[in-house]
């Protein structure tokens, strides 16, 4: 069978973090005085936690000096991995560990590509982590998305071709990334909100055994590109 690269991001994904990312960064936004709505998170998603402070300071017309910069980041950040040391398994997304295990049955390589600096802890913590050959997260790049540096390594990583990779995503940023990066984009989410990707669905148990091994097969690729299968 034909070996392809399956890269993963986190976030919306693999596991629903971005409600713990989403109370983190509320509470910060109240503590200098910026309201923060659920609509302007979705604006953070896979986006890194520097940008994501800077578009909630640019919201509230608010500046900081350096130091304080730094330090509301960090405070961030204790909050959130607050929220994710109470994780387990039963977090993960439905049909996740099925799709994985499908892949791991057929062979083929398996990448996590995420912009979480915490990403490593939170596959332990869903016990997924034996699963993936390759993790590319936010300690491993230097530029976020949608630049498509993250799903690039990834790819290196496995030692296949961009060309040779798929990419699930949520957040349009990636689907941008994966596209730029001439990988199949597959949207994890709202179709009128992914529309870029090559292919949509709401969430992995609407995704056939069949639809993957067309991917792996090559019967399906970024050519095909028909988001009502």
Known sequence: MTKKGFIFDLDGVIVDTAKYHF????KL???IGVDFTETQNEQLKGVSRVRSLEKILEWGNTSLSEAEFQNLMAKKNEDYLSYINKMDASEILPHVSQTLDFLIECNQSIALGSASKNARPILEKVNLHSKFDAIVDGNDVSKAKPDPEVFLNGAKALGLEPKDCIVFEDS???IQAANTADMI????GDQNVLHEADFIFKDFTEMSQEFILDIISGTIDKQTKNTSI
């Open 23 to 26: 109370l983190a960064w509320k």
């Open 29 to 31: 936004a109240h503590s």
């Open 172 to 174: 349009v940023a990636g």
């Open 185 to 188: 984009s597959i949207g994890i």
